[in-house]
């Protein structure tokens, strides 16, 4: 069924960002200049950004339906409060890090994306448990 | 469950929009030019453009479960 392939491949496409698995090489050709750290972190903060603001849509159309899980709402809520000074910190970081490329900012960087990263793997993790067919 | 699947529409739209990202990711090869510079164009127009205004960012007055 084409519903629980699209979550599949929505939960493996979060577990591959959250287990660092992404790491193919950059073509150095590339606007990147085979920088890693640049490419992981725009990826990551145009990932999650697209993801949580599904799920908090999704939480807040489908309120009343996703009443009985609600470890739901609760993530939708903390995700509402905390998300928006993740992404804004991770492009605060990503700058400072493009313009100064030093492993202290380097680690800075990779410590916002696994935050965004985590928001990922939450707000995956809820929409596919919704989508199961039992609970 | 099934009251929640046509609610699911927006979450498999981005799932399908993924798709191609998922199947790019798991083969073998290097980041091609052309998929690094649609990452970089998505971010440019996501750090212009990010809205957390919509009422899908308001939390709620009641909201149970506050933060510890």
Redesign the interface.
Known sequence: M??RR??G??A??AM?LCSG??C????P????QGDSAL?ES??A???S???V??????????RA??AKY?EI??SA??L??D??GW?ESA?ALHDVYEANKTDENRTKLMNAVGLLRKALEEATKH?TQ?????? | MLALLPALNAALALAEELMPIVQQQIKAGMISPEEQQKVRDKFNSLRQAAAFEGPEWEVPPEAPGSPS
Do not use: C
């Open positions: 084409n519903t699209n979550i491949a929505l493996i496409f591959l698995m992404t193919r090489q950059l073509d050709a590339g606007v990147y490419y725009e990826l903060i145009n990932t950004y697209d993801i603001h599904t799920f908090v849509d999704w939480e807040l159309k489908n339906a996703l609600p709402g609760k809520i903390r509402r409060r998300y928006k992404h492009i929409m919704a989508a199961q067919p039992s609970t």
